[in-house]
């Protein structure tokens, strides 16, 4: 079984990535996974390939320069799968998933493709009921609205669903109209992350959906790509997965409101150029301007929410510094005007946010004087 160290692929600030050949499968499938410090749970996420019912895939996990034992697990594990097993490197930490899955991608050799992470699990039918559906339907997604949860240790298994809205009882697939998706997008959203995504491979490489270079929400990005090129795009009523809540999947090593305002801000600041690209290749959105605004305005909306939802105490020129120091490379000429502009929005927020504190308090008050006058009312009686 072959090892491979290839460049990081996939930079929308850098060298474009070579394009994956449209070619004759191996497998049905391709199972993709980057690897980053997980010796702790990749060995689980491996064994719940191992005791898949359905056998014809290859797994393919992309280590991003671990510092851990990692790697060597994984190369333990290859004999165990007979051939389907192929672990390749980066030649320098990416910090983020896109450079990895883009990578797997590259090399994989099934007709679909599903990307899971490497400290959760799947269900030992998982594989089979994605295929299923993805053949029997012929989709070009597969959308699982449902997950298994769990903490850290494993415990506390639970159903959920990180879908808004009405999930769906059968396989129904979204409606053809743009129009119609869009719409339904701003009403109750989509969950970007991979796993809940089963899709076939040449349908990412003949329209050119790959992960783009931004962290975090680049799964969102290449969610919003597959919902809007796909002409079939069908939701399922299953669960497939487990998640594991550990410390990587919740985006925790930005710990001051400072790296918070910059977590987020970079897929505004940088990755909303790349989502009016994708849409710009989109006859609809070039035809109808003001869904392709609808669009951009609920991203941009969704990315500042989570950027300033933690920056109440810090004054609005430490907004300003913050965005500054962190974009003002990349930003050229504007690196003026966009952390001044992001500031000014961060105010009218703020704004937003005292304005609803202070009418939650107002009513609050209102309710209990109201419930003391309806005590003393009661006590004359």
């Not at 019912?53 to 671990?66: A, L, P």
């Not at 599903?114 to 699990?121: I, L, R």
């Not at 295929?131 to 415990?155: I, M, P, Q, R, S």
Request: glycine residues 4%; aromatic residues 12%.
């Amino acid at each position: 079984m072959a090892e491979y160290s290839l460049e990081i692929l996939s930079s929308s600030h850098g060298t474009p990535a070579p394009k994956p050949a449209s070619r004759p499968a191996n497998f049905a499938v391709s199972v993709i996974i980057p690897l980053y410090n997980a010796e702790q749970f990749i060995g689980e996420c491996l064994d719940s390939l191992l005791a898949q019912t359905f056998t014809n895939f290859e797994v393919i996990v992309v280590d991003d320069c671990s510092t851990d034992n990692s790697p060597a697990i994984v190369e333990s594990y290859i004999p165990k799968f007979g051939g389907r097993l192929t672990l390749l490197h980066t030649q320098k930490n990416s910090g983020g998933g896109s450079a990895p899955r883009n990578k797997g991608l590259y090399f994989s050799r099934g007709d679909y493709v599903f990307f899971a992470d490497s400290d959760d699990s799947l269900t030992k039918n998982a594989l089979a009921d994605m295929y299923t559906l993805a053949k029997d339907f012929d989709a070009e997604v597969v959308y699982v609205e449902k997950n298994f949860e769990a903490e850290a240790d494993g415990a506390n298994i639970r159903l959920v669903t990180h879908q808004r809205g009405t999930l769906v009882e059968r396989p129904t697939f979204e409606p053809e109209d743009l129009r119609k998706r869009v719409e339904d997008l701003l009403q109750r959203d989509i969950w970007g992350t991979p796993w809940t995504k089963f899709v076939r491979r040449n349908f990412l490489i003949e329209n050119d959906i790959t992960f783009p270079d931004v962290f975090p929400c680049e799964d969102y990005y290449w969610t919003l790509n597959l919902l809007f090129t796909a002409k079939k795009f069908l939701r399922a009523p299953i669960a497939t997965y487990f998640w594991r809540k550990t410390e990587s999947s919740s985006i925790r090593g930005k710990d001051t409101p400072q790296q918070k305002i910059n977590l987020w801000l970079q897929p505004a600041v940088l990755g909303l150029k790349g989502l009016d690209n994708m849409l710009e290749r989109i006859a609809f959105f070039r035809d109808n301007p003001a869904y392709r605004h609808a669009v951009i305005d609920f991203v941009l909306k969704k990315m500042f929410s989570m950027s300033f939802r933690d920056t109440m105490d810090i004054p609005q020129f430490g907004v300003y510094r913050a965005i500054k120091k962190e974009f003002c490379a990349e930003l050229g000429d504007q690196d003026v005007l966009v952390p001044a502009l992001c500031t000014a929005l961060n105010t009218q927020q703020k704004i937003i946010v005292m304005n609803q504190r202070n009418y939650n308090k107002f009513i609050t008050k209102a309710r209990r004087r109201i419930a003391e006058l309806q005590r003393e009312i009661k006590s004359l009686s």
